[in-house]
Structures are given as structure tokens and as C-alpha cells.
């Protein structure tokens, strides 16, 4: 490629003068890159947000492996295990504790339209923290007090009077199963595809909030690891040892989270649709590109002839063609990443899904349109190889 772009510096500019010769083919041409571009960036875009957001509590986890139900699926359809799981697992040398994680998701009241919404609500041990989140960390004893919770103000939804009121000290009240609770504070992660709003809460709370809800079975085991221990060599410790009762098994964080992405990506419709829009939008872009660059050679043929007649090879002639894929794929990007950040921070506070723009998305994505636009020209251009000046005269 650098080769290429030195050979296209070294001579007149046939490329470029072709193109801004009928300036309305360029616009279109752009304008189409640009819309290829911004389909993809947002399907991208999208299908990030729904990664990034359905492992955010994954990442906040205070745990070094976690245990889970062989048959769980994703983080908010974790089939529960029993408690005696966690009191076994402390046998196993380097484990230094195993605390339980309770996870339900039911419908409450707004507190403020008091329309029923979903939430996921949480229970942890109030005396070792289960999330690295400092709002919740630092005012643990809160959520010790009956019936109260800590609420996302990331959530998503009418909750602003709510949260005010919550940050000017006020009470605010409402209900979950026919129970009032009083929300006692505040944390911020943010909406995910799974839940619109998360509460977290003792595991005490959890229990008396959701009293179907057996105190022996448990959603997620959360294990510290003892200094000085390997914890990939503690995680296959606690599969050897919990592993003869095939119900549950034990991954680290890295695997938990990697877990629920696969499990997003193809398991569920959003996920694929996002990753097949992606693809159709590089297809689209070739599309595009190859009738604007097809349309420019079929014109300029006589040019392009005359050229061979004069002895000029093919190589040269491809590479003015590629010089035109090159400018096309800089000139059409350009308004397709300006754009496409904007629609970010549309979308964003609108659903309040974590969309951003993160440069190593940009630079991929400027690859794929010089890609883009160099499959067009090379398609563009069998044609031109295969002409023979004589025919053309």
C-alpha cells in the first residue's frame, strides 16, 4: 500500500482530476462512502454498547473466580446452586472466601410515574463488598437498614425528579412485590439490554423482598483468591474438587465476561443482526463505490486506451483508478466518522446505552473503507485489462 501512495506522488494526479472533473458523480460517491460508513459505525457502535453494557457488573466484580450453575445462560439467567457449594469451596487450598450473590429480575414502581418497570435487583454481603462501585462501598451500612436499596441513576427511564430528590436528601418510597423499600442512595453504571434499572441491596433485604426466594441456593459464587496463590490454578482446584457434582463450575472473570458476550453474540437476535448489518453495510459501500468507479472507467475508456496505445501498462492505469478508490475512501470517511459521533450522542441520551467513539474503532473503520473502496476499483477495473486499444479505436 505505502509503495502504491509513493507511485501516485511521483506523477500527475489523473485520479483526483478525474473525479473533481464531474463533481456531482463525486458527491454522490461520497455522500453514498459516507452513508456506508455511518451504517456501520452505528451497527458497530450498537453492537459494542450491547457488549460493553451487559458486562459492566462483570467488571465491577470484587472477586477473583466466580462459581456458577452449569446450566446458566447469561448474567440476569444464572440457574441458581446450592449454598453448600460456596462452605466446600473453602476446602479447596488458596481460597480465602466464598460469599453468595443473589440476583432477581421483577417488575417495581417507578417512584416517580409509579408505572410497574423492570429491575434487576442484587443482593450481597453487606460486610464484604461484591462490586467495585465507591458510592455502594463506601455507605454499605445504608443498605444493612430493612427494606432499603441502592439505585442506579444510570438507569433507563423517568427518574429524574426521583434521583433529585434522592441527592437533596429527601425520602423516596416505593414498591417491589407488594413491599414498600426506601431507596437510601445512589450509584451510576448505566442501562444494559438486559434491564432498564438495577437496585443493589443486602442479601438480608433480598431475601425479605423475595421470600420464594430459597437463602440455600444462590445465583453467582464470588471467591477471593489468598495472596501469594495462582488463581488459574485455583480455579482448576475448586473444577477438580466441586466438579464431581456436575452442577456447578468455576471461571475466572475474564471467562465470565467472555462467557456473556458469546452468549450475546450468538444467541441472540440483536446480536446477530447487529453483526450481519455491519457486513451489509461493507457491501453496500463496495456496491456504491464500484458503479461510481465503473461508470468513471466506461467514460474515460477512449483515455485509458490512448494510454495503452502509447505503451503504458495496465499497472499504471490500475493505479489511477486506485488512486481514485484511495481519495474516495479519505474524502467519503471524513463526514461518515463526524456524523456518526453525533448519532453516538443521540443515541446514547436517548437509551442511555454507553455508545463512544473509541479510536481504535475509527482507525479500523478507515481501513475498511480504503478496503472498501480498493475491492470496488479492483472490480472496476477487469474491464480496463481486458480492453485491447485496437478493439476500442
Known amino acids: 500500500m505505502m509503495g502504491l501512495i509513493k507511485k501516485l506522488r511521483s506523477r500527475t494526479p489523473l485520479g483526483w482530476l478525474q473525479l473533481k472533473y464531474d463533481r456531482g458523480r463525486l458527491l454522490t460517491a461520497l455522500s453514498g462512502i459516507a452513508f456506508a460508513d455511518i451504517?456501520?459505525?452505528?451497527?458497530?457502535?450498537?453492537?459494542?454498547?450491547?457488549?460493553?453494557?451487559?458486562?459492566?457488573?462483570?467488571?465491577?466484580?470484587?472477586?477473583?473466580?466466580?462459581?456458577i450453575n452449569t446450566q446458566a445462560l447469561n448474567w440476569s439467567e444464572m440457574s441458581t446452586f446450592a449454598r453448600r457449594r460456596l462452605y466446600q469451596a473453602m476446602d479447596v487450598p488458596g481460597v480465602k472466601s466464598a460469599d453468595a450473590l443473589y440476583i432477581n429480575n421483577v417488575r417495581w414502581k417507578n417512584p416517580q410515574t409509579g408505572q410497574k418497570t423492570s429491575v434487576m435487583v442484587m443482593g450481597t454481603n453487606p460486610d464484604r463488598p461484591a462490586f467495585d462501585i465507591p458510592e455502594v462501598n463506601q455507605n454499605l451500612d445504608i443498605i444493612k437498614l430493612p427494606d432499603t436499596v441502592f439505585f442506579d441513576r444510570g438507569s433507563r427511564g423517568e427518574y429524574a425528579e426521583a434521583i433529585a430528590k434522592i441527592d437533596r436528601g429527601e425520602t423516596v418510597t416505593t414498591e417491589i412485590e407488594r413491599r414498600t423499600i426506601t431507596v437510601g442512595g445512589l450509584f451510576e453504571l448505566g442501562a444494559s439490554f438486559a434491564a432498564d434499572a438495577m437496585l443493589i441491596t443486602s442479601d438480608s433485604n433480598f431475601l425479605r423482598l423475595f421470600p420464594k426466594k430459597d437463602a440455600g441456593t444462590v445465583?453467582?459464587?464470588?471467591?477471593?483468591?489468598?495472596?501469594?496463590?495462582?488463581?488459574?490454578?485455583?480455579?482448576?482446584?475448586?473444577?477438580?474438587?466441586?466438579?464431581?457434582?456436575?452442577?456447578?463450575?468455576?471461571?475466572?472473570?475474564?471467562?465470565?465476561?467472555?462467557?456473556?458476550?458469546?452468549y450475546w453474540a450468538k444467541n441472540r437476535p440483536v446480536g446477530i443482526v447487529f453483526g450481519f448489518g455491519t457486513i451489509m453495510g461493507f457491501v453496500v459501500g463496495v456496491v456504491i463505490v464500484y458503479q461510481v468507479l465503473s461508470t468513471d472507467v466506461n467514460d474515460?475508456?477512449?483515455?485509458?486506451?490512448?494510454?495503452?496505445?502509447?505503451?503504458?501498462?495496465?499497472?499504471?492505469?490500475?493505479?489511477?483508478?486506485?488512486?481514485?478508490?484511495?481519495?474516495?475512501?479519505?474524502?467519503?470517511?471524513?463526514?461518515?466518522?463526524?456524523?456518526?459521533?453525533?448519532?453516538?450522542?443521540?443515541?446514547?441520551?436517548a437509551t442511555a446505552l454507553p455508545l463512544f467513539m473509541p479510536s481504535s474503532r475509527a482507525i479500523m473503520m478507515l481501513a475498511l473503507t480504503i478496503l472498501m473502496c480498493g475491492i470496488s476499483g479492483a472490480i472496476a477495473t477487469r474491464k480496463l485489462q481486458s480492453a485491447d486499444p485496437a478493439d476500442i479505436f
Do not use: C
Open 39 to 67: 451504517l456501520m459505525f452505528m451497527q458497530l457502535g450498537v453492537l459494542n454498547a450491547l457488549f460493553y453494557s451487559n458486562t459492566m457488573l462483570h467488571r465491577r466484580l470484587e472477586a477473583d473466580i466466580v462459581l
Open 300 to 349: 474515460h475508456m477512449a483515455e485509458y486506451a490512448t494510454f495503452k496505445a502509447m505503451g503504458y501498462k495496465n499497472s499504471y492505469l490500475l493505479g489511477v483508478v486506485f488512486e481514485e478508490a484511495i481519495i474516495l475512501a479519505l474524502l467519503g470517511f471524513i463526514p461518515g466518522v463526524g456524523i456518526s459521533i453525533g448519532l453516538y450522542n443521540l443515541v446514547s441520551a
Open 219 to 262: 445465583s453467582i459464587g464470588l471467591i477471593q483468591v489468598e495472596s501469594g496463590y495462582d488463581i488459574e490454578q485455583v480455579k482448576n482446584s475448586l473444577n477438580a474438587h466441586l466438579g464431581k457434582s456436575q452442577d456447578v463450575k468455576a471461571m475466572s472473570v475474564e471467562e465470565l465476561i467472555d462467557f456473556e458476550i458469546v
